[in-house]
């Protein structure tokens, strides 16, 4: 059974930090990537970072790049640092195993979790405030 559990989120002062972090257990495969999107409240899914499986590339957002560090530490834990975080970062986030970088960076608010391409976890939200 997959269980993608996320943790660390909360409520921050615009300009300020965070570390969310994800673990991650019961992948059918070793050769997922991993990757975290967000979420707003009332909109679409929009993807944040992935590293693919090997661990050789790093896709980043335009709109964190510079600013969020995606790390992999292990086959099971991760992290994403978010430094100068900003109110338009104010979102729900998941850690997703996914098989496709290149997808999951470019279609996430398509994906499913329906079969075993992709898993995601509850969430963790954070809130950036002024």
């Known amino acids: 059974q997959v269980e993608v559990v996320e943790s660390g989120g909360g409520l921050v002062q615009a300009g300020g930090s965070l570390t969310l972090s994800c673990s991650v257990s019961g992948l059918p495969t070793d050769d997922y990537a991993m990757g975290w999107f967000r979420q707003p409240l009332g909109k679409e899914r929009e993807a944040v970072s992935c590293?693919?499986?090997?661990?050789?590339?790093t896709y980043y957002a335009d709109s964190v790049k510079g600013r969020f560090t995606f790390s992999r530490h292990n086959s099971n834990m991760m992290s994403l640092q978010m430094n100068s975080l900003r109110i338009e970062d104010t979102a729900m986030y998941y850690c997703a195993a996914t098989r496709l970088c290149s997808r999951f960076m470019t279609e996430v608010q398509t994906l499913t979790t329906s079969d075993e391409e992709n898993y995601w976890g509850p969430g963790t939200q954070v809130t950036v405030t002024s």
């Open positions: 590293i693919t499986w090997t661990g050789e590339r």
